[in-house]
């Protein structure tokens, strides 16, 4: 039987992009446009998600954590 890795990458769900097509909604309703709205909302999110990989991606690299191969976590 074949090593399978956990796939352990964060996903955007389904709900956020209903919560993320809620708030173009809100805005275009309140008058804004809709192209000005959509490309805050993307903007927002796409600053949100680069400002967590940054601190994310920080405080890894703080840790002391030892690198372990692949061939030493696989099971005989």
Do not use: C, Q
């Not at 680069?50 to 191969?69: F, K, M, N, T």
């Amino acid at each position: 039987m074949g090593y399978r890795r956990k796939d352990a990458r964060p996903r955007l769900a389904l709900w956020m992009l209903v919560a993320l097509g809620d708030i173009v909604l809100l805005l275009v309703s309140a008058g804004m446009p809709a192209l000005v709205a959509l490309l805050a909302v993307v903007t927002v999110t796409a600053a949100a998600v680069a400002a967590w990989r940054l601190s994310r991606r920080s405080a890894l690299a703080g840790e002391e954590a030892v690198p372990v191969s692949m061939a030493r976590r696989r099971r005989a």
